[in-house]
């Protein structure tokens, strides 16, 4: 295994349990870590870290997701990520590559903010006809 795939797997494994237990799939919903970000609307959590964890403008990074239903169910519809600078109206210069790791598991990568301010995520869960976003701020310095 390459040396980066073997660190990108350690890294979206830090978000999951570090045991499977008889709770199956709903067991990576009950993901707290100091370092991840959560968010919730009536429908969807979704916790999510960065890596690097602390992220450098005009450099690329990846975002791990864990997606679960409010009720602990993992989330296993389609995710498309953006972000953008609302103060100024625009978006990322690169458009992210979204792969779906397990059922409620997602890596975002190429992921760049190419300037520094308020960014915002955008995270649109498309699922049974039916299509959620969830937004996220993040101030890059």
Same mark, same amino acid.
């Given at each position: 295994m390459?040396? &980066?795939?073997?660190?990108?797997?350690?890294?979206?494994?830090?978000?999951?349990?570090?045991?499977?237990? &008889?709770?199956?799939?709903?067991?990576?919903?009950?993901?707290?870590?100091?370092?991840?970000?959560?968010?919730?609307?009536k429908t969807y959590r979704i916790t999510y870290k960065t890596d690097p964890q602390q992220l450098i403008v005009s450099e690329p990074f990846t975002v791990h997701l864990l997606i679960c239903t409010v009720e602990g169910i993992p989330f296993d519809g389609d995710l498309k990520v953006s972000a953008a600078m609302p103060k100024h109206k625009h978006g990322m210069n690169f458009a992210p590559k979204v792969s779906k790791l397990s059922?409620?598991?997602?890596?975002?990568?190429?992921?760049?903010?190419?300037?520094?301010g308020a960014w915002?995520?955008?995270?649109?869960?498309?699922?049974?006809?039916?299509?959620?976003?969830?937004? &996220?701020d993040h101030l890059l310095k």
């Open positions: 390459k040396k &980066s795939a073997f660190i990108l797997s350690l890294a979206a494994a830090a978000l999951l349990p570090l045991s499977a237990d &008889s709770a199956g799939l709903e067991s990576i919903c009950d993901l707290t870590s100091q370092t991840a970000v959560s968010i919730s609307d059922p409620g598991s997602y890596q975002v990568e190429a992921m760049v903010f190419h300037m520094p915002g995520y955008e995270f649109s869960l498309a699922e049974g006809g039916k299509t959620t976003r969830l937004l &996220s």
